[in-house]
């Protein structure tokens, strides 16, 4: 009750960010009701300003690491009006072992003009080489071998592209990476265009 009478925009996350629960402000935000916010990616609702700096934050998390930790956001605001601000994640949990979930509060900054519906987010290096690997027939496991990744770690990526680009399915996801030019077509092994020589 005392969540859901909370004017600032809070969501509890899994460690992936994967929402759980969310208050009525946070769902505002997303033009939509708090309980069709469960399991969205909410840095696929906010839109992150660097990408690296939240794969910097999911890796400490992974390893468990307890800090207060920010990323810069946009996002399209009710009415369509885009909007920027920052996300604060807190890691909480009831033992120091036990994976923690993240208590995310949004914090909105200031608000642009209406603009058009943005186009599908560019995937990241490591993004593009799961891509390319799971397109040439590796398994999860594989895949993280060949990225110094966790399972987990691989299974993040795909979980996120697939909110993204609304895949229900790897086969999906290989199809659409084709379609919008993230691997090459006609070349074997598959290969993201500006594969060589890109930083991870």
Not at 66 to 71: A, G, I, L, M
Request: a negative charge; hydrophobic letters at 40%; aromatic letters at 4%.
């Amino acid at each position: 009750m005392v969540f859901d009478r909370v004017a600032v925009p809070v969501a509890v996350c899994d460690v992936y960010g994967a929402v759980q629960l969310a208050n009525p402000a946070m769902a505002a935000e997303c033009g939509t009701t708090p309980g069709r916010l469960r399991g969205r990616d909410v840095l696929e609702l906010f839109r992150p300003q660097e990408a690296t700096q939240v794969e910097r934050i999911a890796e400490a998390l992974r390893l468990r690491h307890r800090s207060r930790y920010q990323v810069s956001v946009r996002w399209r605001g009710p009415g369509g009006v885009e909007r920027h601000g920052e996300l604060t994640a807190d890691p909480v949990s009831d033992t120091v072992e036990e994976t923690p979930a993240l208590l995310v509060m949004l914090r909105i900054l200031g608000e642009g003009e209406v603009v058009p519906e943005p186009s599908p987010a560019p995937v990241t290096p490591m993004e593009a080489r799961i891509l390319a690997l799971l397109a040439g027939g590796a398994t999860t496991a594989r895949a993280a071998r060949e990225t110094d990744l966790t399972v987990d770690g691989v299974n993040y990526h795909l979980r996120r592209l697939s909110a993204r680009w609304g895949a229900s399915n790897r086969t999906e996801l290989v199809a659409r990476a084709y379609a919008l030019g993230v691997l090459t077509p006609g070349v074997w092994p598959p290969t993201p265009p500006a594969a060589s020589g890109e930083p991870e």
